[in-house]
């Protein structure tokens, strides 16, 4: 009457993905609250998701360069966490892949290496040092838009002329 389909590990391996990838804008952001780990190719971010699974998210931004280009970073990045991800990767972590301007070019087994390394000092929570953010310079107290020369916004009394 039915026909019973017998299970094929080899097939359902490869439709089955061990992570699902990440679409929203708030998830990028906050993966970018986690640990940094930065190498000439890439910089992965990852953060604990509170058990929703192995997660990733890739960004090249267009300083990388144009439309063809980033896409083929992209690619390559696809390709290396597919291969990587299932055996290194952490468990019910958001990862995220960011583009560096050298990644294109580089060899994509020094890239390999690079990501295997990467995972390892995010799996021994060795992040990089937080960011230096450039160009944004705070005043007293850790808040932006402070007076200028460090002059005081307060006016004297008018004087009325009779």
């Known amino acids: 009457m039915f026909a019973v389909r017998a299970a ?5 391996a490869m439709t089955a993905s061990p992570y699902s990838t990440m679409t ?4 990028f952001v906050a993966a970018n609250a986690g640990l940094r780990v930065a190498r000439p190719g890439f910089v992965l971010l990852a953060k604990a998701n509170g058990g ?24 390559r990045f696809r390709a290396l ?18 583009g560096r301007e050298n990644g294109v070019e580089r060899d994509f087994t020094l890239l390999r290496d690079e990501l295997l390394a ?3 000092r ?5 992040g990089d040092p937080p ?10 107290g850790g808040k932006s838009g402070s007076a200028k020369n460090g002059a005081s916004k ?6 009325s002329g009779t």
């Open 8 to 12: 094929d590990p080899i097939s359902d």
């Open 24 to 27: 929203k804008r708030a998830d």
């Open 52 to 75: 929703q699974g192995m997660r990733v998210g890739i960004t090249v931004t267009k300083k990388i360069g144009n439309a063809v280009v980033r896409n083929r970073m992209k690619r």
């Open 81 to 98: 966490l597919r291969e990587m991800l299932p055996e290194h990767g952490l468990a019910d972590t958001d990862h995220v892949l960011i």
């Open 131 to 140: 960011r230096n953010h450039r160009g944004r310079k705070r005043g007293p």
């Open 118 to 120: 990467a995972l390892g």
């Open 154 to 159: 307060v006016a004297g009394p008018k004087v």
């Open 122 to 126: 995010a799996q021994a929570g060795k």
